[in-house]
T-cell receptor, first 112, second 115 residues
Framework: KQEVTQIPAALSVPEGENLVLNCSFTDSAIYNLQWFRQDPGKGLTSLLLIQSSQREQTSGRLNASLDKSSGRSTLYIAASQPGDSATYLCAVRPIGNTPLVFGKGTRLSVIA | DTGVSQNPRHKITKRGQNVTFRCDPISEHNRLYWYRQTLGQGPEFLTYFQNEAQLEKSRLLSDRFSAERPKGSFSTLEIQRTEQGDSAMYLC?????????????FGPGTRLLVL
């Protein structure tokens, strides 16, 4: 059974700092991995999707990497801003399956 | 707005009552998913539809839960005889079925509180 773990569970950083969020998954047989952002009480906003054949994806200040063989992904946020404060969720889509399997998320606070 | 919409956004009900939620997917998306998210947890899969056919149901979907997508467009999720443990955010997502490159787009969710 696929399990997704996100570390740390919570993170507080001063504005301007670069930071890394970690995601690990137990079964490397995946189609893709996706990072989402969730604001309190809101739905999910897709940030980056990495196909299993890719190593990384970039969007603005965000960079996500994927090492499928070791079951790890990282989300790098450059020059963090208070507006980046949210919960960041990692999800994988297992091969042969359609629903996403999510981690519990990392709650990020960026302090001005 | 052409994104996924969900109604109502919030629902407070008393234990034992029935509730129904609606999800309108992105137009022409043929797959529709329901997930449930409790506080401090990631979303957990409940069920999904390919057009009007319900193709998979999670063990989380007890007999009190039923979902429909009668015309392959919008979907409803009904919970009968609600329990306090049903309190959660119910999220809907839709996607074009394009194999490995499928990307799910999520709605804003319906937050249910059972008193």
């Amino acid at each position: 059974k696929q399990e997704v773990t996100q570390i740390p569970a919570a993170l507080s950083v001063p504005e301007g700092e670069n930071l890394v969020l970690n995601c690990s998954f137990t079964d490397s047989a995946i189609y893709n991995l996706q990072w989402f952002r969730q604001d309190p009480g809101k739905g999910l906003t897709s940030l980056l999707l990495i196909q299993s054949s890719q190593r990384e994806q970039t969007s603005g200040r965000l960079n996500a990497s994927l090492d499928k063989s070791s079951g790890r992904s990282t989300l790098y946020i450059a020059a963090s801003q208070p507006g980046d404060s949210a919960t960041y969720l990692c999800a994988v889509r297992p091969i042969g399956n359609t629903p996403l399997v999510f981690g519990k998320g990392t709650r990020l606070s960026v302090i001005a | 707005d052409t994104g996924v919409s969900q109604n109502p956004r919030h629902k407070i009900t008393k234990r034992g009552q029935n509730v129904t939620f609606r999800c309108d997917p992105i137009s022409e998306h043929n797959r529709l998913y329901w997930y449930r998210q409790t506080l401090g947890q990631g979303p957990e899969f409940l069920t999904y539809f390919q057009n009007e056919a319900q193709l998979e149901k999670s063990r989380l979907l007890s007999d009190r839960f039923s979902a429909e997508r009668p015309k392959g467009s919008f979907s409803t999720l009904e919970i009968q005889r609600t329990e306090q443990g049903d309190s959660a955010m119910y999220l809907c997502a839709s996607t074009e079925s394009i194999g490995q490159r499928e990307t799910q787009y999520f709605g804003p969710g319906t937050r249910l509180l059972v008193l």
